[in-house]
Every structure is written in structure tokens, then in C-alpha cells.
């Protein structure tokens, strides 16, 4: 066996060093490591640190980095463009997504290929233009939602409230309401509501979903030992409301029952489960964020500025308000809701990105974090929370097609224009008839944490004291 092993090893050791040298990714810039092996780029995956590892990369080497033997990552506006945005939807999408899968079934933003992708973004895609998210009934649902989040406002007038419990009610509340109108949670005032919101809001899987990516048949032999098997309350919850008879028709569950001809009961589930999972987590988190940093000493005047164009617009439509529009843009692209790598398989014959030749089956993705980060000829003095810099109409357009804080192209987030709705409705109430600052007690880390996919701040608590103006 030995001397069957020996050379064995030899011509494997001189196969990875031919490709490490003669392969096409040889010629990306990037660590001599990543040239040979994807051992480091898991290891930051698994300790939650590859959105940082991947951006400090870019920050040595620029705007093209190769993070892995077969997965490049772009921050530029042309790789984004050509990534996601060629021929309409861009390209592809890898096999991690089936980690968003539910019920076993794939949805919208699981489905791989852009033709399955289209077919089905046709069915929903009314459902989230912006003339039916500002229909009545959609607006009182929301305004419904937002009035529950004063009442805590006021409520803790005495001390302080922790918003990140609030924000991500309200993010729940408001994406049931548009899925299931008249149906929805009430997490504010209901306990078992407020269950199902802390399921989908603390939880921490992302070893065990790394393993079932990599090693799926490890996945399925360990994970009954990992963690107690129980029924989801979500899980439940969507497939119940998946059964309501007489939806409002301007809700998405209505939608999809018209289509019962092309989807089943359990379809119709899944795609609602992956947009209530997606909206709470997204929503609340970039809510969360920008409140906070709305409420610390170096923000006061940005505050100021908010709240005086609210108080002087008491009847302006959410579109009439531009300094609200530009606080929200700001914190989305510092605190993008999904600021991770977006994996894509290079098509069929490759691709030339950036002057580099990608063969067919490599994979590529940009990264919110990176692309509103270090392109300062679009966005000067990128660390900074600076509203104003989307009011200048020098520079308007590229600041626009480089946010990719909903990702872009035919396959961007479909619920863009719903997450705008919610945020600017609940901001403008609170802003309107509260200064809000950070409350003495106030010693959680607001760093941002990575998850699989999303961010949220680590220690997932953020305490504000509401004074009434």
C-alpha cells in the first residue's frame, strides 16, 4: 500500500501545483494560499468572519481578489454589473442558496436558473410594486403596526426601550400583514405571536448550515444529535395561514391562491416562509442600526435635520420627504441588510470580468460591505453616516447604480419597495414626536455580526431613551 500511496501523493501534489501555477486563477490577484486551497476561506465562514477577511482582501489586493481556487469576489461597479445585471438578471445561482429552501421546496430566491427565476417573480412581482404597497389597505395595515411601536415609545418614557425587540415586531408584524391581509401577527400585544418572533430573530445556526453545504451526508448523520427535533412555531404558524379562505386581495397570499393551477398548498407556503423569515430579519436589522446610529452624540444634527423636515411636512406623502428618503439610503449602504458575498456560477463558455477570464462553473459575487465601502470616487469619506450625500444631484446616478443594498438587476430583492414603505412610515412617526439618544444603561456591542447570509448587531439589544419633543 505504501509504495502505491507514495507516488499517489506525488503526482496529486504535483497536479495542484501545475494548476496553482498555469490555472486561470493564478493570474487574480490574491493570497498564494487561495491559489491552492479553500481551507481558509471556510474557516472564516465558520467563525463568521468571511464578509472581513474577504473585504480585507480587497483593501490589499483591489478590486478583483481571489478568495478560494474556483471563487473570485469583485468591488467594483463593472464586476457588479456584469455579475447581476447581464442580460437582465445576470448569472446563476450556486447551490447555497438550497439552504434557503423551505419545506423542502424551492422559492423565488432559491430558484438557481433566471428562466425558473422569471416564471415565477411574474406571479409575485405585482404584489410588491410600489402601487400596491401604498394601496389603503396595505398603508393602514402598516400605520396599524407603527402606532403599536408608540405606544411603547411613550411607555418607556420613564427609563428606555430596547428597540431591537421593538423593530423586529414591527418588521414581522408589517411582512405578515402584507402576506397574509386580514391575517398577520400582533407580536406587541399577543404572547404567542411574540414567540414566533423570537424564534425567526434569535437563533444561531450557521455552523450547522456551512456543514450541510460542504458536507451535506455529515449534516444529515449529525444533525438529530445537534439540536432537540420540535415543530417550528413559523413553520406552523405560514402553513396555517396558507390555508385562510378569502385573503384581502391585495395581499401576496391572495395572489398565489389565483395561481393554484401552477402551485400547491405547500408552494404556496414556502414562498411565504422565505419572505416572512426574510423581512423580519432585513427590516429590523437595518432599522435597529440606523436608529442607533441616529441616537449617538455625533448624529444629533442629522436627527435635528429629520425631524424638521417631518414636522414641517405633517401632510406629505412618504415620496415627498427627500431628507427621510437619504437617511434611510445612508444607513442601508453602511448597514446594508444583507451586506455577504452573493455567489454566482460564471454561464456557459465563461466570462471575461474586470480584464479576467473566468471559466465556465467558477464562482463570483460581490459584497454589499465592500462595494459601498471602498469605492470612494462614489462615495467620499465611506465610513462615515453622511445623508446628505444622496441629495447632491453631482454624482446622483452612480451613487444609485452602486447600492447594492438590495442587491441588483432582474433578481434584486423583490420586497425593495415594501422595506422602504415600513422603515419610512414607522421613522417618521417616531422621529416626528420623539428625540431619541442611547440610554446610560445602554453596554450592548452594536457591532455588525454575520450570519449565514444577513447581519444583525452582536449582542442583538439596543437601548433608547424616547423624549417627546
Given at each position: 500500500m505504501l509504495s502505491i500511496a507514495g507516488p499517489a501523493i506525488s503526482i496529486w501534489v504535483i497536479f495542484v501545483l501545475v494548476k496553482a501555477i498555469c490555472g486561470w486563477q493564478a493570474k487574480i490577484p490574491g493570497p498564494w494560499y487561495t491559489n491552492i486551497t479553500s481551507f481558509v476561506l471556510k474557516y472564516h465562514e465558520f467563525t463568521k468572519n468571511r464578509r472581513l477577511w474577504i473585504h480585507e482582501l480587497h483593501q490589499i489586493y483591489g478590486p478583483v481578489v481571489r478568495v478560494a481556487?474556483?471563487?473570485?469576489?469583485f468591488?467594483?461597479?463593472?464586476?457588479?454589473?456584469e455579475i447581476y445585471q447581464s442580460g437582465?438578471?445576470?448569472?446563476?445561482?450556486?447551490?447555497?442558496?438550497?439552504?434557503?429552501?423551505?419545506?423542502?421546496?424551492?422559492?423565488?430566491?432559491?430558484?438557481?436558473?433566471?428562466?425558473?427565476?422569471?416564471?415565477?417573480?411574474?406571479?409575485?412581482?405585482?404584489?410588491?410594486?410600489?402601487?400596491?404597497?401604498?394601496?389603503?389597505?396595505?398603508?393602514?395595515?402598516?400605520?396599524?403596526?407603527?402606532?403599536?411601536?408608540?405606544?411603547?415609545?411613550?411607555?418607556?418614557?420613564?427609563?428606555?426601550?430596547?428597540?431591537?425587540?421593538?423593530l423586529h415586531c414591527y418588521a414581522l408584524d408589517c411582512a405578515s400583514h402584507f402576506l397574509f391581509n386580514p391575517g398577520g401577527?400582533?407580536?406587541?400585544?399577543?404572547?404567542?405571536?411574540?414567540?414566533?418572533?423570537?424564534?425567526?430573530?434569535?437563533?444561531?445556526?450557521?455552523?450547522?448550515?456551512?456543514?450541510?453545504?460542504?458536507?451535506?451526508?455529515?449534516?444529515?448523520?449529525?444533525?438529530?444529535?445537534?439540536?432537540?427535533?420540535?415543530v417550528s412555531l413559523s413553520r406552523r404558524y405560514v402553513l396555517d395561514q396558507s390555508h385562510q379562505k378569502s385573503p384581502h386581495e391585495s395581499s401576496l397570499m391572495h395572489k398565489l391562491q389565483s395561481k393554484s393551477s401552477e402551485l400547491t398548498t405547500i408552494q404556496m407556503a414556502a414562498e411565504c416562509m422565505d419572505h416572512m423569515a426574510a423581512g423580519i430579519d432585513t427590516t429590523g436589522d437595518s432599522l435597529c442600526f440606523l436608529m442607533h446610529e441616529l441616537s449617538l452624540p455625533r448624529s444629533e444634527c442629522i436627527q435635528d435635520h429629520l425631524r424638521q423636515e417631518i414636522l414641517r411636512n405633517p401632510t406629505a406623502k412618504l415620496d415627498e420627504l427627500p431628507y427621510l428618503d437619504a437617511v434611510i439610503k445612508e444607513g442601508l449602504r453602511l448597514f446594508a441588510p444583507i451586506p455577504m458575498s452573493l455567489p454566482r456560477y460564471v454561464p456557459e463558455g465563461g466570462r471575461t470580468i474586470c480584464g479576467y477570464e473566468c471559466p465556465e462553473g467558477a464562482i463570483v459575487s460581490c459584497q454589499a460591505y465592500s462595494l459601498h465601502l471602498l469605492n470612494p470616487d462614489v462615495f467620499p469619506d465611506s465610513e462615515s453616516f453622511m445623508p446628505e450625500r444622496w441629495l447632491q444631484k453631482d454624482g446622483e446616478a452612480e451613487r444609485n447604480r452602486l447600492l447594492f443594498a438590495f442587491s441588483a438587476g432582474g433578481r434584486g430583492c423583490i420586497g425593495k419597495h415594501l422595506a422602504m414603505v415600513e422603515m419610512k412610515t414607522l421613522l417618521r412617526r417616531i422621529y416626528g414626536q420623539y428625540r431619541t439618544t442611547i440610554a446610560p444603561e445602554m453596554n450592548g456591542d452594536m457591532s455588525i455580526h454575520d450570519q449565514i447570509i444577513a447581519s444583525r448587531p452582536k449582542d442583538q439589544t439596543c437601548l433608547l431613551v424616547f423624549d417627546r419633543v
Open positions: 481556487p474556483n471563487e473570485v469576489s468591488s467594483n461597479l463593472e464586476g457588479m454589473k437582465g438578471s445576470g448569472y446563476d445561482k450556486t447551490e447555497f442558496y438550497d439552504l434557503f429552501k423551505q419545506y423542502g421546496y424551492r422559492t423565488l430566491f432559491t430558484t438557481p436558473n433566471k428562466v425558473d427565476h422569471a416564471t415565477r417573480r411574474r406571479i409575485l412581482a405585482d404584489r410588491y410594486s410600489m402601487t400596491n404597497v401604498l394601496r389603503a389597505p396595505m398603508l393602514e395595515g402598516f400605520e396599524q403596526r407603527a402606532a403599536s411601536v408608540m405606544k411603547q415609545c411613550e411607555a418607556s418614557r420613564s427609563g428606555y426601550l430596547d428597540i431591537y425587540v421593538t401577527t400582533d407580536t406587541l400585544n399577543d404572547e404567542e405571536d411574540f414567540k414566533l418572533m423570537k424564534e425567526l430573530s434569535y437563533h444561531d445556526s450557521i455552523k450547522q448550515r456551512y456543514v450541510q453545504h460542504y458536507w451535506p451526508v455529515l449534516n444529515k448523520i449529525f444533525s438529530p444529535f445537534l439540536s432537540p427535533k420540535r
